[in-house]
């Protein structure tokens, strides 16, 4: 903004009348029979360029940056990263920051979910939306706890269209598509926007509180769960999916009962604990690991699908060792998505782990990668690139490892980025599904999603580790939810493009961040 143009109205002088002498040559500039003029009768209009100097108009914006006026009312952003929230000061949502923000508050808050596949099929992008999740509930009483299996239904567009979407809408349509059905769609358009979601959910008893769940990806009926009890329950709800289909109009023909109680309890760990993943790669294949740093591992019986308390043959493969014999505990496992004898494990005390299956009493590689001893509390393997492993630290640190560089050796490992801008424990993160450079990270103010394919020029860090932190925002970072009250974990919808849901001490948040 340096120039303002201002529209003036032109104004011409009187005509000025030459005499002609009878006698006289007619010159140029007289109008006689051979010599006539024509004159346009359109005046012309000329723009007037007022100039604005253009160092007092940046420092004017800078000044207004992130700060509106209503009602003489001042509003300012508020990013968690940057600056801490005064007590008192109330949080208000800006909805044109979403494509689609809806929430949800239920009877007891849940510490972990999952979102259940379906068969609605991949990369969805049509609004309205539909969804089914599983959660565990964390009630006041072990016998109030319960296992929760919803659908989320009319999930509407909350924000309005960009630009970019409508002109994407048009070369994908065409316009002669567009010329004749603008109307009807922008009617069915407004219809949809006016639905209100839709919740069915039931609800199956569980024995005390719920640390962790995880649905089978190759067979979302079957729901892990990791108890406080210490016991890792397996449930079949493949009757309340089928409920959920012939509730929405899909084929009644397969109606199975409702099962109540888990088909399968394992209460083999010698504690209670917070790591369990399923195996991407070999179907049936779970990993599960407790507080007293005992990892089991679990495969398939000959006729699993039976869902019965012989479904699973459970071993209890590995145990602490190393160094990190005084602070055991696995706080979260990993399977690798491309080798199904392979995971990863974080433990407390920094450790990093990975394990083969073929290789049995102790890991293959084992790094430290916190040098203060801080807790590694969550991991993620990319889907995509599989040499990419991303952890989350109780002090906060977020970082992106190459594990080509897991060697053992006593050269400290540098990972390829560092994040060190929370001040907070990081309490999830999640690659994207289907984008490998990006990342969803929660920690207890907010949830945060990366691109890490934005990063500084080599030749200008000198190859060094990319660092970001000291109360700067990242370039890498690319959208902040914020609202919610002590954020524990966060998961990609794997059919829906970019939709997000997390869970909170205050419930449930699924959006779709409006610049992805």
Same mark, same amino acid.
């Given at each position: 903004m340096?120039?303002?143009s201002?529209?003036?109205q032109?104004?011409?002088a009187?005509?000025?009348?030459?005499? &002609?002498?009878?006698?006289?040559?007619?010159?140029?500039?007289?109008?006689t029979t051979d010599?006539?003029?024509?004159?346009d009768?359109?005046?012309?209009?000329?723009?007037?360029?007022?100039?604005?100097?253009?160092?007092?108009?940046?420092?004017?914006?800078d000044n207004?940056?992130?700060?509106?006026?209503?009602?003489? =009312?001042?509003?300012?952003?508020?990013?968690?990263?940057?600056s801490?929230?005064?007590?008192?000061?109330?949080?208000?949502v800006?909805?044109?920051?979403?494509?689609?923000?809806?929430?949800?508050?239920?009877?007891?808050?849940a510490?972990s979910?999952?979102?259940?596949?379906?068969?609605?099929?991949?990369?969805?992008?049509?609004f309205?939306?539909?969804?089914?999740?599983?959660?565990?509930?964390?009630?006041?009483r072990?016998?109030?706890?319960?296992l929760?299996?919803?659908?989320?239904?009319?999930?509407?567009r909350?924000?309005?269209?960009?630009?970019s979407?409508?002109?994407?809408e048009?070369?994908?349509?065409g316009?002669?598509?567009?010329?004749?059905?603008?109307?009807?769609?922008?009617?069915?358009?407004?219809?949809?926007?006016d639905?209100?979601p &839709?919740?069915?959910?039931?609800?199956l008893?569980?024995?005390?509180?719920?640390?962790r769940?995880?649905?089978?990806?190759?067979?979302?009926?079957?729901v892990?769960?990791?108890?406080d009890?210490g016991?890792?329950n397996?449930?079949?709800?493949?009757g309340?999916?089928?409920?959920?289909?012939?509730?929405?109009?899909?084929?009644?023909?397969?109606?199975?009962?409702i099962?109540?109680?888990?088909?399968?309890?394992?209460?083999?760990?010698?504690?209670?604990g917070y790591a369990m993943?399923?195996?991407?790669?070999n179907?049936?294949h779970?990993?599960?690991?407790?507080?007293?740093g005992?990892?089991?591992l679990?495969?398939?019986?000959?006729?699993?699908?039976?869902?019965s308390?012989?479904?699973?043959? &459970?071993?209890? =493969?590995?145990?602490?060792?190393?160094?990190?014999?005084?602070n055991?505990?696995?706080?979260?496992?990993?399977?690798?998505?491309?080798?199904?004898?392979v995971?990863?494990?974080a433990?407390?005390? @920094?450790?990093?782990?990975?394990?083969?299956?073929?290789?049995s009493?102790?890991?293959?590689?084992?790094?430290k990668?916190?040098?203060?001893?801080?807790?590694?509390?969550?991991?993620?393997w990319?889907?995509?690139?599989?040499?990419?492993?991303?952890t989350g630290g109780?002090?906060?640190?977020?970082? &992106?490892?190459?594990?080509?560089?897991?060697?053992?050796?006593? =050269?400290?490992?540098?990972?390829?980025?560092r994040?060190?801008?929370?001040?907070?424990p990081?309490?999830?993160?999640?690659?994207?599904?289907?984008?490998?450079?990006m990342?969803?990270?929660?920690?207890?103010?907010a949830?945060y999603?990366?691109?890490?394919?934005?990063?500084?020029?080599?030749?200008?860090? $000198? @190859?060094?580790?990319?660092?970001v932190?000291? $109360?700067?925002?990242?370039?890498?970072?690319?959208?902040v939810?914020?609202g919610s009250?002590?954020?524990?974990?966060?998961?990609?919808?794997?059919q829906?493009?970019?939709?997000?849901?997390?869970?909170?001490?205050?419930?449930?948040?699924?959006?779709?961040?409006?610049?992805?």
């Amino acid at each position: 903004m340096g120039k303002k143009s201002k529209r003036t109205q032109s104004s011409s002088a009187p005509a000025q009348k030459s005499n &002609v002498k009878k006698d006289s040559k007619p010159t140029l500039l007289d109008e006689t029979t051979d010599n006539l003029r024509f004159e346009d009768p359109f005046e012309d209009e000329f723009e007037e360029e007022e100039v604005i100097n253009e160092e007092n108009d940046e420092m004017a914006d800078d000044n207004d940056e992130g700060k509106t006026r209503t009602g003489g =009312a001042g509003v300012e952003s508020w990013n968690p990263l940057t600056s801490k929230l005064e007590p008192g000061t109330k949080l208000e949502v800006d909805e044109s920051a979403y494509k689609m923000h809806h929430s949800l508050t239920p009877e007891w808050p849940a510490l972990s979910f999952d979102i259940l596949r379906d068969n609605m099929g991949e990369s969805r992008s049509r609004f309205p939306h539909s969804m089914i999740v599983a959660s565990g509930s964390q009630a006041d009483r072990a016998d109030r706890n319960k296992l929760t299996i919803m659908k989320l239904s009319d999930l509407c567009r909350t924000g309005s269209k960009n630009r970019s979407e409508k002109e994407l809408e048009d070369d994908v349509l065409g316009d002669e598509i567009n010329k004749d059905g603008d109307s009807d769609e922008e009617e069915e358009e407004d219809e949809i926007e006016d639905l209100d979601p &839709v919740i069915e959910h039931y609800s199956l008893k569980h024995n005390g509180g719920v640390n962790r769940v995880r649905a089978m990806p190759q067979r979302p009926e079957v729901v892990a769960t990791w108890s406080d009890k210490g016991k890792v329950n397996m449930y079949n709800v493949r009757g309340i999916l089928d409920s959920f289909e012939r509730s929405s109009g899909g084929d009644s023909s397969s109606s199975r009962k409702i099962a109540r109680d888990p088909f399968f309890v394992y209460q083999g760990h010698s504690t209670e604990g917070y790591a369990m993943d399923w195996s991407r790669v070999n179907e049936g294949h779970l990993v599960t690991g407790d507080c007293d740093g005992n990892i089991h591992l679990w495969t398939p019986s000959e006729g699993y699908t039976n869902y019965s308390n012989s479904s699973f043959k &459970v071993s209890s =493969a590995y145990g602490p060792s190393g160094d990190n014999i005084d602070n055991p505990s696995v706080e979260d496992l990993q399977w690798s998505p491309t080798e199904g004898t392979v995971f990863a494990a974080a433990e407390c005390g @920094g450790y990093i782990k990975i394990y083969d299956t073929r290789c049995s009493g102790r890991p293959m590689l084992s790094n430290k990668i916190h040098e203060n001893n801080s807790d590694v509390n969550v991991i993620s393997w990319n889907p995509i690139v599989s040499n990419l492993l991303a952890t989350g630290g109780d002090d906060g640190l977020f970082s &992106v490892w190459d594990l080509r560089n897991f060697q053992s050796t006593d =050269a400290p490992l540098q990972p390829l980025a560092r994040f060190t801008c929370h001040k907070n424990p990081i309490t999830s993160l999640e690659w994207h599904p289907s984008d490998e450079s990006m990342i969803v990270v929660t920690d207890e103010d907010a949830t945060y999603i990366y691109d890490l394919s934005i990063e500084e020029d080599e030749e200008e860090d $000198g @190859g060094k580790t990319a660092e970001v932190g000291d $109360g700067s925002i990242p370039p890498q970072l690319l959208f902040v939810h914020c609202g919610s009250q002590s954020t524990k974990e966060a998961h990609w919808h794997p059919q829906i493009s970019s939709l997000v849901m997390t869970t909170a001490l205050s419930g449930y948040s699924a959006f779709i961040p409006s610049n992805l």
